[in-house]
């Protein structure tokens, strides 16, 4: 669908997706955090942090699945299918129009159709966050939930241990991604831009 | 007990190590003044160290064959070891078999290898005890106290302020006297573990069966508190994952108050004043630092230089906290990622972008 320069790139299950994953991520950095520095007098109690954790966390791992099933029979699945042709110079081309070509007025690289929804380093970026770091949390996040399914030692070092730096490491690249995410997105004809399409579903070329 | 470990040790004798033994074969003040080897003049030094000598293979060969190897011998343990007991009536003039009050039967393996192992039964109990049938009058014979001997001592230990503190207890104070130190560390059987062993699962299971001898056992606690059991499980429902808890913490971890200066607090507190926070072990200045890892054993096995010994040391600190490394790379990742957008930003907001 594209009318007026406008193509309905959001359909309404994606961005219910997004919104939820959005609020569950943003409550599990801050709960994440508190729960590791683990201080009492924090605004929010230790207790209180691992229930939110909890709930947001099972919220997400759910919202995965829709994300999944949805990419599976819709036609939103393609967008995140990488071709091996040029493999690395496609999302460097990219970068370099962020870094220097946009403020040269250079054209887009990669400009955004009906067929084309992300440019390469965007996809790159999706596809690290939404099928490595994302499940890898979820994995680790749910064997925590029950550690006594968690392997005891892994040659003599705590398996929960491993899990939990593992987990946490993953948590922390999602972390990164989302305050590049939440950058980038302001980059467009206008800062808010972006933000209104995730919202209305439309996206201005 | 202390002679079996110290025995390995000989070949490689020096003065510190004697000092140590000696300590540990009693631990008074005055084995000290024999040895203060720094003060003698040193054409005395040989005839001490040769009496030192003579001291400590003495000990070794007794230690190397101690009262309890053969049960069947020893004649307490011949009959103190068994269901069953004969003994010739001679009122009746036969051969009479009895069973054993089961608390008074030893477990023999366990007697031989206890702390307590190089001291021959009759050394604390009566030695009118040899004679069977045994004279009613000495079982109100008081028996000695572990403070009599332990007691003034100024080894690691720390007696007296265990004492002091045990006496604030709620064992104490609710059952005065009657609660000696035996009730939880079985004078015939005790293993210094805790000090000993690198193994922390080991350590929490030796220290919890303590605990859980009288508390999960219906029969011991009836017999102690006159009161039905309470149940461990149920009461403990609060607290997530708690099997793991069980396996990897002491119950003192919890119920204690921390003291310095002692190894174990011994102010077992009352139920409600538990701790009830995860926060108090779970972050990087957590209470287990101050109680279950501050073993000397225990901290040795974090320093001995390899990171999976040093990682696998603070498994309760949640997330990548417990390796300063990743903390630390984390902090730096966040700030380059800061930066970055910071310039981005600017030369957009310049080339109005």
């Known amino acids: 669908m594209e009318t007026n320069n406008k193509i309905y790139f959001y359909p309404l299950w994606l961005r219910i997706w997004h919104g939820i994953n959005a609020l569950g991520i943003i409550l599990l950095i801050i709960t994440g955090y508190t729960m590791q520095a683990g201080n009492e007098s924090s605004l929010l109690g230790f207790n209180t942090s691992v229930n939110i954790h909890n709930i947001s966390g099972l919220t997400v791992a759910l919202n995965y699945l829709l994300f999944v099933i949805g990419n599976m029979i819709t036609n939103n699945g393609k967008f995140y299918i990488v071709k091996p042709k040029n493999f690395l110079k496609r999302p460097m081309k990219q970068a370099q129009y962020y870094a220097w070509g946009m403020f040269r007025g250079k054209d887009k690289p990669y400009p955004l159709s009906e067929k084309r929804k992300f440019n390469p380093l965007q996809k790159y970026a999706y596809i690290g966050v939404m099928y490595i770091f994302v499940p890898a949390v979820i994995i680790t996040g749910f064997a925590l939930l029950f550690p006594e399914i968690i392997i005891e030692t892994v040659y003599n070092v705590s398996g929960i241990m491993l899990t939990a730096v593992l987990h946490s490491v993953m948590g922390f690249f999602v972390f990164l991604f989302l305050i590049i995410h939440l950058y980038i997105s302001s980059i467009g004809k206008n800062p808010l831009g972006n933000y209104k399409s995730i919202i209305n579903g439309w996206h201005h070329v | 007990m202390v002679m079996s470990q110290q025995k390995g040790k000989l070949p490689y004798f020096h003065f510190k190590a004697l000092e140590k033994l000696l300590m540990n074969i009693c631990p008074q003040e005055r084995w000290l003044n024999l040895f203060r080897y720094n003060n003698v003049k040193m054409k005395h030094r040989l005839i001490y160290i040769s009496f030192i000598f003579l001291v400590v293979f003495s000990f070794s060969e007794i230690n190397a064959q101690t009262y309890y190897d053969n049960a069947e011998e020893h004649q307490c343990l011949k009959c103190h070891s068994s269901q069953t007991y004969t003994f010739h009536n001679s009122l009746m003039e036969y051969e009479e078999k009895k ?130 059991n309470p149940e461990i499980v149920e009461i403990h429902d609060w607290l997530p994952n708690q099997q793991l808890h069980f396996e990897n913490v002491r119950c003192l971890e919890c119920h204690t108050e921390i003291q310095e200066g002692i190894m174990v607090s011994h102010n077992i507190l009352k139920k409600e004043n538990a701790i009830r926070k995860c926060a108090e072990c779970h972050t990087q200045n957590s209470r287990l630092k101050a109680s279950l890892y501050k073993y000397q054993n225990l901290q040795q096995r974090s320093e001995d230089g390899t990171l999976r010994t040093v990682i696998s040391n603070q498994s309760y600190v949640i997330g990548t906290h417990q390796v300063p490394l990743l903390k630390t790379l984390g902090v730096i990742i966040f700030i380059l990622a800061f930066v970055g957008i910071a310039i981005h930003l600017a030369f957009r907001i310049i080339y109005k972008k």
């Open chain 2, 99 to 228: 069973l054993m009050n089961p608390f008074y039967i030893m477990d023999t393996v366990a007697l031989k290898t206890g702390v307590h192992s190089a001291f021959d039964c009759t050394d604390c109990h009566s030695y009118e005890y040899s004679e069977y049938p045994h004279k009613g009058a000495i079982k109100l014979e008081p028996l000695p106290k572990c403070l009599d001997c332990h007691g003034g001592s100024d080894t690691p230990f720390q007696f007296d302020k265990i004492h002091e503190e045990f006496e604030k207890s709620v064992h104490y104070q609710v059952y005065g006297d009657n609660f000696s130190c035996s009730k939880c560390h079985n004078i015939h059987t005790y293993h210094p573990v805790s000090t000993t062993s690198s193994n922390v699962a080991e350590i929490v299971e030796y220290s919890n069966s303590m605990c859980l001898s009288c508390h999960n056992d219906m029969k011991q606690y009836n017999l102690v508190s006159g009161r039905t």
